[in-house]
């Protein structure tokens, strides 16, 4: 059991990622009469993702059982909430559904290079603007809803204009980001299939 312990909390933030979205599409619903159960709610649950994907890294080197499939999984289970999430800002207006796009072909994009690479017997490692994505996307978010819960409960407060300005631009620099690790894994793949 211990070996699949990591595996499994991936797994559980793979699930965890549509009901986040219904409860997100859901707080517009409850916000006129309990605004802050309604958010507390998708905060929980966004810290329980987020959460679940510090520990199940942690999890697998503690135990010692870091498996192919665990280095698959967690990537896939990134992209999933992330996408989960961006989707849900899409929704509630305070994305642009363009760069949701260029957040989905990149995503999208790369799992074919992987793929293309594994048919090589190549598994490429994150590269450090994979790493600088991921942390400029994981800010973008606790911006995001930041910005959304502060909408949603004082609508007219000023800090709603400069709360979604500081998102958008964290958000396009992670996708900037994005583009160049992406040109990175290219670069790199390249090399591995000429030596």
């Known amino acids: 059991m211990r070996q699949h312990a990591a595996n499994l909390l991936t797994v559980v933030r793979i699930g965890l990622a549509p009901v986040f979205f219904v409860l997100f599409l859901l707080v517009p619903e409850w916000v006129p009469t309990s605004p802050w159960l309604a958010l507390g709610l998708v905060w929980v649950l966004y810290l329980v993702m987020e959460f679940s994907d510090l520990f199940d890294g942690m999890v697998a080197r503690s135990t010692g059982t870091v498996s192919d499939l665990g280095k698959v999984l967690d990537p896939f289970a990134d992209v999933v909430a992330r996408l989960t ?21 990149r995503e999208l994009a790369m799992t074919f290079l992987r793929m293309m690479l594994a048919r090589k017997g190549i598994a ?18 606790f911006l995001g809803l930041v910005r959304y ?16 300005l500081v998102f958008f631009v964290v958000l396009g620099a992670g996708v900037v980001a994005a583009y160049i690790s992406f040109l990175e894994y290219v670069r790199a793949g390249w090399e591995q299939l000429r030596s």
């Open 85 to 105: 999430y961006f989707l849900c800002f899409v929704e509630a207006g305070i994305m642009p559904a363009w760069v949701f796009l260029l957040v989905l072909y």
């Open 149 to 164: 819960s502060v909408g949603g409960v004082i609508p007219e407060s000023p800090l709603v204009p400069v709360l979604g």
């Open 124 to 141: 490429l490692g994150a590269k450090t603007g994979g790493k600088v994505k991921t942390v400029l996307y994981a800010v973008a978010t």
